[in-house]
C-alpha cells in the first residue's frame, strides 16, 4: 500500500503528467522519470561534443552549425519519441553512421557535403517506407544473426581506428602503411592520459564515465597548450543557417549512391533495432509473445528522427542504447524522454564550452565507444568457418577499406558464395540472394 500511494499522481501538473505519460500504469512517478532522464541524458550527451568534430572533419561543415543541428536533432526526434511512442528513449546522430557521413560519403567517394545530407535523408526515408509496409520484419528475418553482429564489431573497429588516427596515436607510413604516431607531440600525450582516464571510468562503471572522460581530458590539455580556453561559459544558440535546408538531391543522379543509401539505411536499421529489443526488454515493453508495445510507433519515430537530422545538416539519428541507463534507473515512459530533449536543448547554451573541446578529448571517446561495439564479435560462432569467414570479412574490411557501405557489400556477397559452394544454400533467405546480386552489381558496375 505505502509504495501504492508512493506513486499516486496529485490533482496539479502531475496529474496531468500522469495522465499523458499513463505513469501509474507503468509503476513508475514524476520524481524516478526525471532522474532517469538526467541519467540517460549525463551517459549519452558526449556526442554533443564527438559528433561536430567527426562531421567538420574534411567536410567543409561549420563546426557550431553542426554542434546546433546535433543538438535540435537529438531533442526534436527525443521529444517526438516521448510523446508520441511513450517510450523512454532517446535519439542521436548515430557514432559510426556519422563517420561513414565524413569520411566515406565526403571522404572516399568525395561527395559534397550538401549531397551527402541528401543520401541521409533518403535512408530515412527509405528507413520510413520499410517500416510502413512490414519489410522490417522480413528484411531482419533474413539477414542472418551473425553477420548482424558483423556489422556492429566492424563498425566498432572503424570507429576505434578513426579515434587512433585523430589521437596521433597511429599514423600513415610509406614503408609499412600504418604505424605508431608519435608519443611526445602533446596532442597526443593528452589522448593517451584521455583514453587511460576515460577507460578506468568505464570500467568501474561510472555513470557518464565517456562524458566525464572526455571534460577532465580537457581541463589536462589546458597547462598542456592543446586546449583554448572559451571566451565565456553561457553564451547564445550558434546559427544553424550554414547547414538548415542545404540538402542537394542531385546525388540521386549516380546509380551507385543507391548502394550506399541501403548501407546506411540497414545500419541504422539494425541498431535500432537491437536497441530497442534489449531497452524495451528491461522497460518492460514486451509482451507475453514477444512483441514490443508501441513498438510501430516507435520505430516510426526513429525513422523521422533521420529525416529531421538531415534537413537540420546532421548525419542519420538513430535511437541510443545508452537509453538502457535511464531503464535501469527506473525510467519507464516518455517523460523520460521528454526529460533527456528537455536538457538538450539547455546544452545549446553551452556552446562554447563544448566547442572549445579539443580532438584529444574525443578521440579515446572514439575508441572507447569503438570498443564496446566491437565487443559483439563475441557472439559470432567462430568455430563454424562458413560463418566465421563472411563475419570476419564484414567486420574487418569496414575498417580496411575505410568504408562501412565496402564492408557490409563484401561480407554479404561472401556469405551468399560461401554458402551456395558448400551445398548450404537452402539455408539461405531468398532476400540475402536479392541483396548479394545488388552488391555484385554495384562493384560491376
Not at 401 to 421: D, K
Amino acid at each position: 500500500m505505502a509504495a501504492r500511494e508512493a506513486i499516486r499522481p496529485s490533482q496539479t501538473s502531475e496529474g496531468l503528467l500522469d495522465r499523458v505519460f499513463k505513469l501509474t500504469e507503468n509503476g513508475t512517478d514524476v520524481k524516478r522519470e526525471i532522474l532517469a532522464g538526467l541519467t540517460t541524458f549525463v551517459t549519452m550527451s558526449y556526442i554533443i561534443a564527438v559528433n561536430p568534430d567527426i562531421l567538420s572533419i574534411g567536410t567543409g561543415m561549420e563546426k557550431s552549425a553542426i554542434f546546433m543541428a546535433t543538438i535540435l536533432a537529438a531533442a526534436l526526434s527525443t521529444l517526438a519519441m516521448g510523446l508520441v511512442a511513450n517510450w523512454p528513449v532517446a535519439l542521436a546522430p548515430g557514432m559510426g553512421l556519422n563517420a561513414f557521413f565524413a569520411f566515406t560519403l565526403c571522404g572516399s567517394l568525395g561527395l559534397p557535403w550538401q549531397q551527402a545530407l541528401a543520401a541521409v535523408f533518403c535512408s530515412g526515408v527509405l528507413a520510413l517506407i520499410v517500416t510502413l509496409t512490414g519489410l522490417r520484419e522480413l528484411m531482419i528475418k533474413a539477414i542472418p544473426l551473425s553477420l548482424r553482429h558483423a556489422v556492429s564489431a566492424g563498425i566498432g573497429f572503424f570507429i576505434m581506428l578513426i579515434g587512433l588516427i585523430n589521437a596521433g596515436i597511429v599514423e600513415a607510413s610509406e614503408a609499412t602503411t600504418i604505424a605508431l604516431g608519435d608519443f611526445s607531440r602533446p596532442g597526443t600525450m593528452l589522448a593517451l592520459i584521455g583514453l587511460i582516464i576515460t577507460g578506468v571510468l568505464v570500467a568501474r562503471r561510472v555513470t557518464g564515465g565517456i562524458l566525464l572522460g572526455i571534460l577532465i581530458t580537457t581541463l589536462i590539455g589546458i597547462p598542456m597548450g592543446v586546449t583554448q580556453l572559451p571566451s565565456s561559459l553561457v553564451s547564445a544558440p550558434p546559427s544553424l543557417a550554414p547547414t538548415f535546408l542545404q540538402l542537394d538531391f542531385d546525388v540521386l543522379g549516380n546509380p551507385a549512391m543507391f548502394a550506399v543509401i541501403f548501407a546506411m539505411f540497414f545500419t541504422d536499421l539494425f541498431d535500432t533495432i537491437g536497441t530497442f529489443v534489449g531497452v524495451s526488454s528491461k522497460a518492460g515493453l514486451m509482451d507475453e509473445k514477444g512483441n514490443m508495445k508501441g513498438g510501430n510507433r516507435a520505430l516510426v519515430m526513429d525513422s523521422l528522427g533521420t529525416i529531421i537530422g538531415s534537413l537540420l545538416g546532421t548525419s542519420n539519428t538513430t535511437t541510443y542504447v545508452e537509453s538502457a541507463a535511464g531503464v535501469s534507473a527506473g525510467g519507464r515512459t516518455g517523460l523520460t524522454a521528454v526529460t533527456v530533449a528537455v536538457l538538450f536543448l539547455l546544452s545549446s547554451f553551452f556552446s562554447d564550452i563544448f566547442l572549445a573541446i579539443p580532438g584529444a578529448a574525443t578521440a579515446p571517446a572514439l575508441i572507447i565507444v569503438g570498443i564496446m561495439m566491437a565487443s559483439s564479435i563475441t557472439q559470432i560462432d567462430l568455430d563454424d568457418f562458413a560463418i566465421a569467414l563472411p563475419a570476419i570479412i564484414t567486420a574487418l574490411m569496414m575498417p580496411f577499406a575505410y568504408s562501412i557501405a565496402e564492408g557490409l557489400a563484401l561480407g554479404f556477397i561472401a556469405y551468399a558464395v560461401i554458402y551456395l559452394l558448400t551445398g548450404r544454400a537452402k539455408e539461405v533467405h531468398w532476400m540475402m540472394w536479392v541483396l548479394a546480386g545488388f552488391f555484385i552489381l554495384h562493384f560491376v558496375l
